[in-house]
C-alpha cells in the first residue's frame, strides 16, 4: 500500500453531564472494501460510516481501497452521541496519506458532521473540553456553532471551524482563519427560561416574601400552600431574583449541565450563552416520572434536579406528583447531589 496505514485522533464523547476522552485508532489494511467500527460504538456513532464517506466526498477524496477499522478507545466505555465524526474523518484521512499523522498530535477533535461537509455542534463540547483541559490538552477544533460555549472553558486554545475542509487545511497548515466578527458570543436563555422578573412587582405578601428571602438566604427548601390564584406561581417565579449572579466556575458548571443535556439555546445559525452568572428556574409538570426527575433512562441523561444545578426547582401541584417521585426526592434533599 502507498498510503500510511495507521493514524490516531483524540476525541470524547459525554456520559450524564461528565466528558470523557476517546482515542480514535484507524487501520487501512487489504482485504475488500469494509468500514468497520469497533470499541462499543452507539447507534449514533454506527451511522457516522455514512456521514464521514459523505462529507469526504465533498472534499473530493474517497474512501482507501481495502478493510478500514476504526476502534475507539477505550473498548470498556460506551461511545453516544455525535461528535466523534470529526476526528474519525480526520484520522481516515491522516491514514490514506491525505494528512500528515503529526497534524493530528496534540489536538482534541469535536463535532458532528454533515452531508455536505459541514461541521455541528454536538451535545456535551463543553464537558469534552472540561476533561480535555484536566488530561493536560491545550488545543481543541470545535464547532463554529460550538465556539461561543466552549469560550467559557479557560486553559485551551481553541479554533472553531464551520467545514470539515476548514478543520483538514487549519490542522494541515498548524494555522487556523480568525473567527469572523459576527460570530461572537450573544446572550441567549434557554429555552422554557423566564427573564425579566423580578420581586419588586409583587404586591403585598409579606409573609411570602419573607419567607423567600429566608429560603434565599440559607438555602432552605420551601412549601407555599393556598387557594387558586393567590399568587404562589408568581412568587416562586421571582426567587431567582433574590440570589445572587454566579461566579464564573459555578456558571461554567449550570452550561456544562445544559450543553451536555442540549438542552442550551443556540442551534445551527444562532450561537449563544445564558448571561453570566444566571442561575437556571425549573418547572416540570406535574406527571414528571422518575426518570425525568433524578435522570438516566435508557439514554443517561440529567434529569429536573440537575438541570436546576445552583437554581431552583418548582414542583407545582406537588400532592399530584406520583408516590414514586416523591420517594425519589429523599435522598437528593438530603444529601444534597444526585448519583
Known sequence: MSFLAFARALGGVVLGIDGHLVEVEVHVGPGLPEFRLVGLPGAAVRESRDRVRAA????????????ITVNLAPARLPKPGSGLDLPIACAVMAAAGRLPTRALEGWLLVGELSLDGSVRASDGTVSVLVAARQAGLRRAVVPLESWPAARLVDGLALQPVATLAQAVEGLARGRFPPVPPDQEPQQRWPAGQTAGLDLAEVRGHALARRALEVAAAGGHPLMLV??????????AQRLPTLLPPLDRQRWLEVVQVYTAAGRLVGGPGAPGVPPAGWRPFRSPHHSLTRASLVGGGSRLAPGELTLAHRGVLFLDEFAELSQEVVDALREPMEEGWVT
Open 226 to 235: 393556598g387557594p387558586p390564584g393567590s399568587g404562589k406561581t408568581m412568587l
Open 56 to 67: 469526504l466526498r465533498q472534499l473530493g477524496v474517497s474512501l482507501p481501497a481495502g478493510r
